[in-house]
């Protein structure tokens, strides 16, 4: 069973930076496609940036310029690096890997990293 792990959140202050880091356990080539999505609270989770096996990325417009998708397939390990960021930034963020199944995609999620913005 692959899992994803995430590290990395904490506390940090506007205008600061902090990097992601989400460990699948496996080849990271079990899935088509890597991405970070959060959930702040009472509010759904929603995608923030995702990044194809060949390379391609999309971001979220709420984020573009400021943050950055990535990944280290030899390491089997994608990172989110967030820079200015802001207090609507704060929320859990999660790793999720999307894979295309023959019959079915699949998802897998890891349990998620706090992530959190002070003024």
């Known amino acids: 069973q692959v899992q994803l792990v995430e590290s990395g959140g904490g506390l940090v202050q506007a205008g600061g930076s902090l990097r992601l880091s989400c460990a699948v356990s496996g080849s990271i080539f079990s899935f088509n496609v890597m991405g970070w999505y959060r959930q702040a609270p009472g509010k759904q989770r929603e995608l923030v940036a995702r990044?194809?096996?060949?390379?391609?990325?999309n971001y979220a417009e709420s984020v573009k310029g400021r943050f950055t998708i990535s990944r280290d397939n030899a390491k089997n390990t994608v990172y989110l690096q967030m820079n200015s960021l802001k207090p609507e930034d704060t929320a859990v963020y999660y790793c999720?890997?999307?894979?295309?199944?023959?019959?079915?995609?699949?998802?897998?999620w890891g349990q998620g990293t706090q992530v959190t913005v002070s003024s």
């Open positions: 990044i194809g096996s060949g390379g391609i990325t």
């Open positions: 999720n890997g999307h894979g295309l199944g023959f019959l079915k995609d699949y998802d897998h």
